[in-house]
């Protein structure tokens, strides 16, 4: 009994083969970008423990601008491998923030500690005793990662931001007073 071999399944095997490889490159690409700190410490002999800050959106940010890669549907595959390494690889850090509305307009504040919420901030909304020209976001140390973030949110909603340090002493990591 001899079976034949269309061209056809020849192709779709080389189609499912070169997806195959392209998803386990790009998995190795992510899980070298979590490990790379990790490895570098082992290499140092450094007790000093590395944090990883690169979030699963900034990895897929990274992988798609990668000129070299290109891949038409296996992303959802990828992103749900990434979610596994992401939730596994480094210990999340409770962060608290302060939303100070000093606009004038109301719920600018409110809108803002919503969207933080969502990112898994802890935030908290008061108005601010005076009106003030453009918006500042102070940042403790451990809150540094979330810079970009913040940044892109209030891009279309503020003329200027100016970024400062926050005082590890302050109650809240992060501090964004939004003025107008």
């Not at 056809?8 to 083969?17: E, P, T």
């Not at 549907?73 to 480094?90: D, F, H, V």
């Not at 850090?93 to 606009?103: F, Q, R």
């Not at 109301?106 to 020209?133: F, M, P, Y």
Request: one cysteine or more; charged letters at 25%; a neutral charge.
């Amino acid at each position: 009994m001899s079976q034949t071999i269309s061209i056809r399944q020849i192709i779709l095997f080389l189609i499912y083969l070169l997806l195959f490889v392209a998803v386990c490159y790009f998995l190795y690409i992510a899980i070298m970008k979590v490990a790379q700190p990790l490895l570098l410490q082992k290499q140092n002999k450094s007790k000093t423990p590395v944090s990883v800050d690169k979030s699963l959106d900034e990895v897929m940010e990274y992988l798609t601008k990668r000129e070299d890669l290109t891949l038409s549907s296996p992303s959802a595959t990828l992103t749900k491998e990434a979610n596994k390494i992401s939730s596994s690889s480094a210990e999340k850090v409770a962060i608290s923030a302060e939303v100070v509305n000093s606009s004038g307009v109301a719920g600018v504040a409110t809108a803002l500690a919503d969207e933080l919420k969502s990112l898994g901030i802890t935030a908290s909304v008061r108005n601010g005793t005076t009106i003030t020209e453009g918006t500042v976001v102070a940042l403790k140390t451990k809150a540094a990662s979330y810079k970009d973030t913040i940044a892109a949110k209030l891009s279309s909603d503020s003329a200027t931001i100016r970024f400062e340090d926050l005082s590890d002493d302050e109650e809240f990591d992060i501090r964004i007073t939004i003025g107008k």
